[in-house]
Nanobody, 115 residues
Framework: QVQLVESGGGLVQPGGTLRLSCAASGRIFSMYVMGWYRQAPGKQREPVATITRGGTTNYVDAVKGRFTISRDNAKNTVYLQMNSLKPEDTAVYYC?????????WGQGTQVTVSS
């Protein structure tokens, strides 16, 4: 069982930055593929970025060059650095841990980009 707790969301102006964190319980954090997903009002949840246990990253086109996912296996934590934020980035952001067919989700953290 893995528990995920996100933090770092909030209200930011367009062009601003936020850093999301996701702290995970469990002793095998390093084995999981970690990811960030988001869900805007009235839309389906979509992937934003993922990082494998070996550090390989993948991003959705809409955030490439602006967002950076990273992980610290010693701290059981995954991060999402978000720069040059846009109003269309407004959503609830969810942390995900995946190992094979097993998926765990956090409760989500709200990110609002507005002037």
């Amino acid at each position: 069982q893995v528990q995920l707790v996100e933090s770092g969301g909030g209200l930011v102006q367009p062009g601003g930055t936020l850093r999301l964190s996701c702290a995970a319980s469990g002793r095998i954090f390093s084995m999981y593929v970690m990811g960030w997903y988001r869900q805007a009002p009235g839309k389906q949840r979509e992937p934003v970025a993922t990082i494998t246990r070996g550090g390989t990253t993948n991003y959705v086109d809409a955030v490439k060059g602006r967002f950076t996912i990273s992980r610290d296996n010693a701290k059981n934590t995954v991060y999402l650095q978000m720069n040059s934020l846009k109003p269309e980035d407004t959503a609830v952001y969810y942390c995900n841990a995946m190992l094979g067919t097993i998926n765990y989700w956090g409760q989500g953290t709200q990110v609002t980009v507005s002037s």
